[in-house]
């Protein structure tokens, strides 16, 4: 999708998610995005982006539900079971037999959802290694961006449901049953560590054997999957693993990782040393996400790499005073320590070999780097040098503030010289490049019908894995709306059995009562009939349900019941017993007692009316 497509709407809404919680979806697929944020919508009733922007700026709580709805977490213990046995018979024993045994093993489960896969792979190394070495040697890194699936995952209580495909034998080595539920156990867990981690945005985790990332990628843009990978090649060690999801490839990163089993979606990373470099000048100096130790031994290293640079280096901050200079820079201009932290205008460097102070201005005022090309600087030893000076702005990666200007002297005394010989082969080549012109043309006409195959192939294989992600994208989400409705599935059978016990014990207290019992409604429609009703009566339940009270053809004379009744429903009075000459199913004539009392909703909300009839003999005179 292009930009003059997307909805300015949603993009209003990602944008106010990102500033207020810090959640960057803009490079997730549109597609799905936009389905799962109308779903939760439709859940509350709103029905525009913009209307529902503004819920949210009144809701907060808002926001837990929403990402519970975008962050799709479906995953099961050895889901593709085959897959994963390609992991432990070929992978692991792999990664075991080139690491030496003093050497820590590193895996990385990114977008570990609820933790499920997290711990297969750690009862799989654990099996490889034995619970011994495996405490010793193994750290197993989950990471994910939903806060809530974390704390799941570090309870590592799961459901009978949940670990139905575990093979037995793992179960009942790994887990412990408690109080209905399959717990792991607290030597498997102490190998694994657990912590928030934007891929897209949060510096990746090093020096890693294996990257398990599945089935999360299929949710982003094609721009975004590509940061994503670099990251990840970025993370792991030279001849490292990664371990996709079924409807994940890698179509066009084949410079940076090499396919081990494609069925399995395993790749090993290809080893390409340029890239490691662009990843840190990219990352800058982020640190966010590190532990103190791991941060300090980073920036110990910046500070290192920086010193020893052969490019002669020097920072200044915002009020143009020195902070930074590298030993290059130290012995090109003479500067001694103490120099550092003084104005840039005290040093013979403001002005030689090139006025410095008015350029920094304009850097600072621009936001944009400046290059001086060749500077002439006079050297006692060698005569002339000439330098390229360069001047950068340091901005900072979350803020895009100004922390200060970076100015870099590179020598290119020998690219002069170079230059100079440069022109003279060129003279002597320019006739040999007259003659090759002709062949170069033909190359490139043969080169560029072959380009224009190459792309028209490969953007039919992004389309149908794009599909592919697509289609699975919406499996997934079936799953989790399949589970949504076993779950309200149950809730209605325990209370529909719930309601029957109800029923029975309702039932068996009208069956157990001497009295018949009559329940009328407000209109005086009989509501229940109870069995010594029938006794007395001759009539069935079913044969006077919903039927009219004051119709019924009874030995009892129900006209005379008839103002006690409208007394009762009218709230006129609240009690009214009476003895009515009456003659019963069987023909014998009796006194019968009837009770009647109103039938109560909540309070004083009237529904109906309860009559109590017991019989009593009528004695011959």
Same mark, same amino acid.
């Given at each position: 999708?292009?930009?003059?497509?997307?909805?300015?709407?949603?993009?209003?809404?990602?944008?106010?998610?990102?500033?207020?919680?810090?959640?960057?979806?803009?490079?997730?697929?549109?597609?799905?995005?936009?389905?799962?944020?109308?779903?939760?919508?439709? $859940?509350?009733?709103?029905?525009?982006?913009?209307?529902?922007?503004?819920?949210?700026?009144?809701?907060?709580?808002?926001?837990? &539900?929403?990402?519970?709805?975008?962050?799709?977490?479906?995953?099961?213990?050895?889901?593709?079971?085959?897959?994963?046995?390609?992991?432990?018979?070929?992978?692991?024993?792999?990664?075991?037999?080139?690491?030496?045994?003093?050497?820590?093993?590193?895996?990385?489960?990114?977008?570990?959802?609820?933790?499920?896969?997290?711990? $297969?792979?750690?009862?799989? %190394?654990?099996?490889?290694?034995?619970?011994?070495?495996? +405490?010793?040697?193994?750290?197993?890194?989950?990471?994910?961006?939903?806060?809530?699936?974390?704390?799941?995952?570090?309870?590592?209580?799961?459901?009978?449901?949940?670990?139905? &495909?575990?093979?037995?034998?793992?179960?009942?080595?790994?887990?412990?049953?408690?109080?209905?539920?399959?717990?792991?156990?607290?030597? %498997?867990?102490?190998?694994?560590?657990?912590?928030?981690?934007?891929?897209?945005?949060?510096?990746?985790?090093?020096?890693?054997?294996?990257?398990?990332?599945?089935? $999360?990628?299929?949710?982003?843009?094609?721009?975004?999957?590509?940061?994503?990978?670099?990251?990840?090649?970025?993370? %792991?060690?030279?001849?490292?693993?990664?371990?996709?999801?079924?409807?994940?490839?890698?179509? $066009?990163?084949?410079?940076?990782?090499?396919?081990?089993?494609?069925?399995?979606?395993?790749? +090993?990373?290809?080893?390409?040393?340029?890239?490691?470099? &662009?990843?840190?000048?990219?990352?800058?100096?982020?640190?966010?996400?590190?532990?103190?130790?791991?941060?300090?031994?980073?920036?110990?290293?910046?500070?290192?790499?920086?010193?020893?640079?052969?490019?002669?280096?020097?920072?200044?901050?915002?009020?143009?005073?020195?902070?930074?200079?590298?030993?290059?820079?130290?012995?090109?201009?003479?500067?001694?320590?103490? =120099?550092?932290?003084?104005?840039?205008? =005290?040093?013979?460097?403001?002005?030689?070999?090139?006025? %410095? #102070?008015?350029?920094?201005?304009?850097?600072?005022?621009? #936001?944009?780097?400046?290059?001086?090309? =060749?500077?002439?600087?006079?050297?006692?030893?060698?005569?002339?040098?000439?330098?390229?000076?360069?001047?950068?702005?340091?901005?900072?990666?979350?803020?895009?503030?100004?922390?200060?200007?970076?100015?870099?002297?590179?020598?290119?005394?020998?690219?002069?010289?170079?230059?100079?010989?440069?022109?003279?082969?060129?003279?002597?080549?320019?006739?040999?490049?007259?003659?090759?012109?002709?062949?170069?043309?033909?190359?490139?006409?043969?080169?560029?019908?072959?380009?224009?195959?190459?792309?028209?192939?490969?953007?039919? @294989?992004?389309?149908?894995?794009?599909?592919?992600?697509?289609?699975?994208?919406?499996?997934?989400?079936?799953?989790?709306?399949?589970?949504?409705?076993?779950?309200?599935?149950?809730?209605?059978?325990?209370?529909?059995?719930?309601?029957?016990?109800?029923?029975?014990?309702?039932?068996?207290?009208?069956?157990?009562?001497?009295?018949?019992?009559?329940?009328?409604? @407000? &209109?005086?429609?009989?509501?229940?009939?109870?069995?010594?009703?029938?006794?007395?009566?001759?009539?069935?339940?079913?044969?006077?349900?919903?039927?009219?009270?004051?119709?019924?053809?009874?030995?009892?004379?129900?006209?005379?019941?008839?103002?006690?009744?409208?007394?009762?429903?009218?709230?006129?009075?609240?009690?009214?017993?009476?003895?009515?000459?009456?003659?019963?199913?069987?023909?014998?004539?009796?006194?019968?007692?009837?009770?009647?009392?109103?039938?109560?909703?909540?309070?004083?909300?009237?529904?109906?009316?309860?009559?109590?009839?017991?019989?009593?003999?009528?004695?011959?005179?």
């Amino acid at each position: 999708m292009t930009y003059s497509e997307k909805n300015p709407d949603l993009e209003a809404l990602l944008d106010y998610i990102r500033r207020s919680r810090s959640f960057d979806f803009s490079g997730y697929k549109r597609t799905s995005l936009s389905r799962r944020i109308r779903k939760r919508m439709q $859940t509350i009733g709103i029905e525009t982006y913009s209307d529902y922007l503004d819920y949210l700026e009144v809701h907060s709580d808002e926001f837990i &539900d929403l990402f519970n709805t975008i962050l799709i977490n479906v995953t099961t213990f050895f889901r593709e079971p085959q897959a994963w046995e390609y992991i432990a018979s070929e992978i692991i024993p792999t990664i075991i037999n080139t690491k030496q045994k003093t050497k820590p093993i590193r895996v990385w489960s990114a977008g570990c959802a609820s933790g499920e896969e997290t711990y $297969t792979i750690s009862m799989l %190394l654990a099996e490889a290694l034995g619970m011994e070495e495996y +405490s010793t040697r193994v750290k197993v890194f989950a990471t994910d961006v939903d806060a809530e699936a974390l704390n799941h995952s570090r309870h590592a209580t799961y459901s009978a449901k949940d670990v139905r &495909d575990i093979p037995p034998n793992l179960l009942e080595k790994y887990f412990e049953y408690v109080n209905g539920h399959y717990v792991i156990q607290k030597e %498997l867990r102490r190998g694994v560590i657990f912590g928030r981690n934007d891929l897209v945005q949060d510096a990746p985790i090093s020096r890693i054997d294996l990257l398990i990332c599945r089935n $999360t990628l299929m949710y982003f843009n094609t721009e975004t999957q590509s940061r994503i990978l670099d990251r990840f090649h970025f993370a %792991l060690n030279d001849g490292g693993f990664l371990f996709l999801g079924k409807a994940e490839m890698l179509f $066009t990163r084949n410079h940076s990782f090499t396919p081990v089993d494609l069925r399995s979606r395993v790749f +090993s990373k290809a080893i390409n040393p340029n890239l490691r470099r &662009d990843m840190l000048l990219s990352m800058g100096h982020s640190f966010k996400d590190q532990t103190v130790p791991e941060m300090v031994d980073q920036i110990r290293i910046y500070e290192t790499a920086f010193d020893i640079d052969p490019v002669a280096q020097i920072v200044v901050d915002l009020n143009n005073y020195v902070l930074l200079a590298n030993n290059e820079a130290r012995n090109l201009f003479n500067l001694n320590p103490r =120099d550092l932290e003084r104005p840039l205008q =005290d040093l013979e460097l403001s002005y030689r070999p090139v006025e %410095l #102070r008015s350029h920094i201005e304009q850097v600072r005022s621009n #936001r944009r780097s400046i290059t001086l090309k =060749d500077i002439e600087h006079p050297n006692s030893e060698r005569g002339m040098r000439f330098l390229d000076v360069q001047l950068i702005p340091l901005l900072s990666n979350n803020t895009d503030e100004l922390l200060g200007i970076k100015i870099v002297f590179t020598e290119v005394t020998r690219f002069k010289q170079l230059e100079v010989e440069l022109v003279h082969a060129n003279q002597e080549l320019e006739t040999a490049y007259e003659e090759l012109q002709s062949t170069n043309e033909e190359l490139e006409t043969t080169n560029e019908e072959l380009q224009s195959t190459v792309e028209e192939l490969e953007t039919t @294989n992004e389309e149908l894995q794009s599909t592919n992600e697509e289609l699975e994208t919406m499996n997934e989400e079936l799953q989790s709306t399949n589970e949504e409705l076993q779950s309200i599935n149950e809730e209605l059978r325990q209370r529909s059995d719930e309601l029957n016990q109800v029923n029975a014990f309702l039932e068996s207290i009208l069956t157990s009562l001497r009295a018949g019992v009559v329940v009328l409604s @407000n &209109d005086f429609h009989i509501l229940i009939w109870n069995r010594k009703a029938e006794d007395l009566w001759g009539l069935r339940n079913d044969e006077v349900l919903w039927q009219h009270f004051m119709t019924l053809d009874i030995g009892l004379p129900i006209e005379q019941l008839r103002i006690p009744l409208r007394e009762i429903l009218t709230e006129q009075s609240n009690y009214y017993e009476i003895v009515l000459d009456a003659i019963n199913r069987r023909g014998r004539a009796i006194h019968c007692s009837v009770i009647c009392t109103p039938l109560l909703r909540t309070g004083t909300d009237i529904r109906g009316v309860i009559l109590l009839m017991e019989e009593r003999e009528k004695l011959d005179d």
